[in-house]
């Protein structure tokens, strides 16, 4: 979501000085926010399942990355249809 958000803020047309205490309120909120959810999820504390599951699982940034490369192999098809079509 906060992406999304971001994606927006830097489409708005406004000044430097706005758009950039605008993505540091945005960082302050996010962050407060992981935190807040990271200490109710307990991984600080319970040095049992949550600690063996990020120590044995597999990160989040491979998974991301190939689910974007998929994201994009799977359009480019549908892309290059509708651009031959419309030329």
Known sequence: MT???IAVLLVAPQ???ALGSEL???AAVSGMALFIL???AGHATDPG???FVERYSP???PAAV???VGGV?????????????SG
């Open 49 to 51: 399942a949550a600690r």
């Open 3 to 5: 992406s999304a958000v």
């Open 73 to 85: 192999v799977s359009a480019w098809p549908f892309l290059v249809e509708v651009t031959s079509q």
């Open 15 to 17: 000044p430097r000085a």
């Open 24 to 26: 540091l309120a945005l």
């Open 38 to 40: 990271d200490r109710r």
């Open 59 to 61: 990160r989040l940034i």
């Open 66 to 68: 190939a689910s974007l």
